[in-house]
């Protein structure tokens, strides 16, 4: 099936064109048709026009032969006539005959114009141009004209029988046959006479006919052209880049389709790829977008200079550069892209460019023989969406790099799809589960408090790790949703345990940056716990240093706010970024979460340990507690406590665990005795 862009070129590409063109044809065969039987016509009411007088002549000379009374002076009546004829008796010989008889035997019957009998009518044998057809119309060879119109001097005299030196009038025969009575019958010779002023003035109609229909074609020749002409135009704006001033996304993805299927059963193989250019707006930035649009007019240049006849380029957006290109497989593609990587890296005089490349390698179908066959359903937008999907794992590099599209990136793909589809039904079936993960003092090992963390218990796909979900939430949006959902739950746990007298203490709830757009998000969560009627010093929101980066006014305002309505705010992940000591700074936070990559780097060694002592010092100078994550080993355990860390959350202690579990970890109050070493 078409593509739409596809289907819109179709549209635009038969617009007014083919209309213009189908009209042009259509009136220039109906116009010769017409012409045609109109001349026919007219000349077959001369004919019978001219030919009905002398039939009404010989059928008085026939009705005089019946009269007859037995004189012979009958011929000398018929003579005076002025016509050519014969008589026939029953027999069909001829008994008398006035002139040269030159009745040929081939004839016909046809009807005059005001008749309704008909006439019985013979071919002339020398100058037969007048003859019976078989419409049952008396016919003019139109050779005679010509002969007559070019005829001079005795070859007139001899074809024409002019009666006129000045070659004026012609005459041309066909004999009619009347019945005489008893058998016999009179066949006169009648002349169709014709003048050349008459000719012409009828030749003249004719031509100014003929001269009108042509400048009926012309002009609608000359409306086709220009249609044509401005469909051109619109297919070019249709396919033009603002920007490079050549091919854009729609011209790549109809071209892409119509060279596929051009070529589907030739051995040639395909990669679809999506070029871009990194760090193009810092560029722009540095320099202007005036510059930075003259150096994709470069780059774009650079490419259809570097790709074969058969290759397609398109600039599709921002930077991104759209490519089919034919390869024998994945190691000839990469080579190729390499080198064209290679070109395009020293773009400029005074820079030296990255670019990312994804590629997606488009297999030929085969049937059962082996023998590539037609597919009548090639995507290229499906294509080149998965070319950017191995593109955007290079994100995170500022080097060049090439990545394919495989099958492992496929079956991601997928699993991006599944939890979409069934993220809102997991939802509204509680299929989230909470899990709790102790805090304990290092000196006391008692416990101080708890990170809520979600896990997923799908009944298709059984207990999912956050890890495998969370990051697909957070980019569609959904995890606001999900934030709600733990809140809500944790408020509602809480509750419950304080109610069945639990020593229960904070527990921190990750709070997605996504919700730090909303100006009453301190409301929305007090309204939450409200609703439920849990102490709000049980809930503590827990926010990642990312959120930090955004709007740093709306991030104060929502904190102050829910330090008013009695909520602790901490900070996680604190030393995964870079911008966290300015983040201290500015914002009045309860809780540090020393991130877990300071206790999983073992190189680090004493340098590490400087790094973690002197933010344990920065944050109780700053009035906040600080909690270790991530932490494993007793020898990591008894560092921190040496260093007056308040909270240890890790697997030394606890792993996360279901509501339950946790319960009873509260009513114990401390660690484990059995801990590992």
């Known amino acids: 099936?078409?593509?739409?862009?596809?289907?819109?070129?179709?549209?635009?590409?038969?617009?007014?064109?083919?209309?213009?063109?189908?009209?042009?044809?259509?009136?220039?065969?109906?116009?010769?048709?017409?012409?045609?039987?109109?001349?026919?016509?007219?000349?077959?009411?001369i004919i019978d026009t001219k030919i009905a007088a002398e039939y009404k002549s010989i059928q008085y000379m026939a009705k005089l032969y019946e009269l007859r009374t037995g004189d012979d002076d009958i011929y000398d009546v018929l003579n005076e006539e002025g016509h050519g004829y014969i008589v026939t008796d029953a027999a069909g010989n001829v008994v008398y005959a006035n002139g040269e008889n030159t009745c040929g035997i081939e004839g016909g019957l046809i009807t005059l114009p005001a008749q309704t009998e008909k006439i019985l009518v013979y071919r002339d044998t020398?100058?037969?141009?007048?003859?019976?057809?078989?419409?049952?119309?008396?016919?003019?060879?139109?050779?005679?004209?010509?002969?007559?119109?070019?005829?001079?001097?005795?070859?007139?005299?001899?074809?024409?029988?002019?009666?006129?030196?000045?070659?004026?009038?012609?005459?041309?025969?066909?004999?009619?046959?009347?019945?005489?009575?008893?058998?016999?019958?009179?066949?006169?010779?009648?002349?169709?006479?014709?003048?050349?002023?008459?000719?012409?003035?009828?030749?003249?109609?004719?031509?100014?006919?003929?001269?009108?229909?042509?400048?009926?074609?012309?002009?609608?020749?000359?409306?086709?052209?220009?249609?044509?002409v401005r469909q051109r135009r619109m297919l070019d704006l249709f396919f033009n880049d603002m920007?490079?001033?050549?091919?854009?996304?729609?011209?790549?993805?109809?071209?892409?389709?119509?060279?596929?299927?051009?070529?589907?059963?030739?051995?040639?193989?395909?990669?679809?790829?999506?070029?871009?250019?990194?760090?193009?707006?810092?560029?722009?930035?540095?320099?202007?977008?005036?510059?930075?649009?003259?150096?994709?007019?470069?780059?774009?240049?650079?490419i259809n200079s570097s790709i074969g006849r058969k290759e397609i380029c398109a600039h599709t957006t921002s930077s991104n550069f759209a490519l089919l290109i034919k390869c024998s497989d994945e190691l000839e593609a990469r080579e190729r892209i390499e080198k064209l990587i290679g070109t395009l890296e020293t773009t400029g005089t005074d820079h030296k460019f990255s670019f990312h490349a994804g590629v997606f390698i488009l297999d030929m179908e085969k049937g059962n023989n082996g023998q590539?066959?037609?597919?009548?359903?090639?995507?290229?937008?499906?294509?080149?969406?998965?070319?950017?999907?191995?593109?955007?794992?290079?994100?995170?590099?500022?080097?060049?790099?090439?990545?394919?599209?495989?099958?492992?990136?496929?079956?991601?793909?997928?699993?991006?799809?599944?939890?979409?589809?069934?993220?809102?039904?997991?939802?509204?079936?509680?299929?989230?589960?909470?899990?709790?993960?102790?805090?304990?003092?290092?000196?006391?090992?008692?416990?101080?408090g708890a990170e809520a963390l979600i896990r997923w218990n799908s009944p298709e796909f059984g207990l999912i790790p956050p890890g495998r979900f969370i990051p697909i939430f957070e980019k569609n949006g959904f995890i606001t949703s999900i934030d709600h959902y733990m809140i809500r739950h944790v408020a509602r746990d809480q509750k419950a345990w304080l109610d069945k007298g639990c020593r229960c203490v904070p527990v921190s709830v990750n709070v997605s940056r996504a919700h730090f757009v909303e100006d009453d998000l301190a409301e929305q969560i007090r309204d939450m716990v409200d609703e439920i009627g849990t102490p709000h010093e049980f809930i503590e929101i827990e926010l990642t240093e990312s959120a930090f980066f955004?709007?740093?006014?709306?991030?104060?305002?929502?904190?102050?706010?829910?330090?008013?309505?009695?909520?602790a705010v901490s900070m996680d992940d604190f030393g995964s970024g870079y911008s966290s000591l300015n983040s201290l700074k500015d914002m009045p936070l309860d809780v540090l979460k020393l991130d877990a990559e300071f206790f999983r780097d073992e190189s680090a060694g004493k340098r590490g340990q400087i790094v973690v002592s002197e933010a344990i010092k920065l944050a109780k100078n700053l009035n906040m507690r600080i909690v270790a994550e991530g932490v494993e080993v007793r020898e990591q355990v008894d560092f921190l406590a040496g260093e007056g860390c308040d909270m240890i959350q890790g697997y030394f202690f606890a792993k996360p665990m279901p509501g339950n579990e946790y319960e009873d970890r509260m009513a114990l109050g401390t660690a484990p005795k059995d801990q590992p070493n």
């Open 550 to 567: 955004d709007d740093k006014r709306a991030m104060l305002r929502t904190i102050s706010r829910l330090k008013e309505y009695g909520f």
């Open 372 to 448: 590539r066959f037609k597919r009548d359903d090639i995507d290229i937008d499906t294509a080149y969406n998965n070319a950017s999907t191995a593109r955007a794992t290079l994100d995170d590099n500022d080097d060049s790099g090439i990545a394919f599209f495989d099958e492992k990136l496929k079956d991601e793909h997928k699993w991006i799809d599944t939890v979409q589809e069934r993220q809102q039904a997991a939802l509204d079936n509680e299929e989230f589960l909470v899990y709790y993960q102790p805090k304990y003092d290092p000196r006391t090992n008692e416990l101080k």
């Open 1 to 45: 099936m078409a593509s739409k862009s596809e289907k819109k070129y179709r549209k635009i590409k038969r617009s007014h064109v083919w209309g213009s063109l189908i009209q042009f044809v259509l009136f220039a065969v109906v116009s010769a048709v017409l012409v045609a039987a109109a001349i026919q016509l007219i000349l077959a009411y």
């Open 243 to 302: 920007v490079t001033g050549g091919r854009n996304w729609t011209w790549f993805l109809v071209k892409g389709e119509q060279l596929l299927k051009k070529r589907v059963r030739s051995n040639d193989r395909f990669a679809v790829v999506n070029l871009v250019l990194v760090n193009y707006r810092n560029y722009c930035m540095c320099h202007s977008v005036a510059e930075g649009e003259k150096l994709l007019l470069n780059v774009y240049r650079k």
């Open 126 to 228: 020398e100058r037969g141009y007048v003859y019976p057809g078989s419409n049952g119309r008396l016919n003019l060879e139109f050779e005679a004209f010509r002969k007559w119109l070019g005829a001079e001097g005795d070859e007139a005299e001899k074809d024409f029988d002019l009666v006129s030196e000045h070659s004026s009038m012609f005459n041309l025969p066909i004999w009619i046959s009347v019945d005489a009575g008893g058998g016999e019958h009179l066949v006169g010779k009648a002349l169709f006479k014709a003048n050349k002023r008459d000719v012409y003035m009828f030749s003249a109609l004719i031509a100014a006919i003929a001269v009108l229909i042509v400048v009926i074609l012309v002009s609608m020749l000359i409306g086709a052209i220009k249609s044509f």
